[in-house]
């Protein structure tokens, strides 16, 4: 079998981390990009080993994303795997968006997931073989009031995996997305105006996901038999988006 190289975008921290150590743990070499908390990197690298590489990167950067791609494949000769997991949520009520706010919110949660899906399908075609992983939100489906640059980015992340999904089909390439509701991690910790005890009661599992959780789903739409499986949209979020 050919052994799988793997890019995660925000994979030093949370979810990405979780997933970076699943994906070392099957023996598949991962290039965890972060922005800048170089301690929780150094941190992961530590418990992961060699075949963890580190990568500071800004991923909002449409030169950058290319860049980390093309070095990617330059040493480790291919690319198999990308989950598009960078994101970022700062609240604010409608009335209080700021305009670059607003535009910094669409560069990560959005156009960075186009700008390294659109670099990897040069060799991801090439070599007949790849996966690319959008991780969405339920605040796309369902609204949030005080998340209204995320919600709409996040809703975006749904059209453009459906669209690259069908352009590249035919090359075995397969592009999906999942949604994800509340999980354990600083992004949750760092709600300022969602009341996250109000959101956890309307859970009908009771409670939010663990990072492992979010790691489980994303490997088995990475696996080689998820070949017929593009274009989805996969909800993981204990059932919040069924509503009351």
Request: aromatic share 6%.
């Amino acid at each position: 079998m050919t052994p799988r190289v793997a890019v995660v975008t925000g994979g030093t921290r949370g979810l990405g981390a979780a997933l970076s150590s699943a994906l070392v743990a099957r023996h598949v070499s991962v290039v965890a990009a972060y922005r800048s908390d170089t301690a929780s990197a150094t941190a992961l690298r530590g418990r992961c080993g060699d075949r963890l590489y580190l990568s500071q990167v800004d991923v909002t950067q449409p030169a950058a994303c290319r860049s980390l791609i093309e070095r990617v494949v330059a040493e480790h000769g291919r690319i198999d795997y990308l989950v598009n997991c960078a994101g970022a949520v700062q609240e604010a009520k409608a009335t209080d968006l700021k305009p670059e706010a607003w535009d910094a919110s669409v560069a990560l949660n959005l156009s960075a997931a186009f700008y390294l899906s659109q670099a990897a399908l040069v060799p991801m075609k090439a070599q007949q073989f790849g996966r690319i992983v959008n991780v969405g939100s339920v605040s796309a489906s369902m609204g949030s009031p005080f998340q209204i640059d995320y919600a709409a980015a996040k809703s975006g992340l749904i059209g453009l995996t459906r669209s690259m999904a069908r352009a590249v089909a035919r090359a075995s390439v397969t592009v999906n997305c999942v949604i994800l509701g509340g999980f354990t991690t600083d992004l949750l910790k760092d709600l300022t105006l969602t009341d996250r005890s109000r959101v956890e009661a309307n859970i009908p599992l009771g409670r939010f996901g663990e990072p492992r959780e979010f790691a489980h789903v994303v490997l088995s739409l990475l696996d080689d038999d998820a070949s017929y499986v593009t274009g989805a949209t996969l909800t993981v979020d204990g059932g919040l988006s069924m509503g009351d």
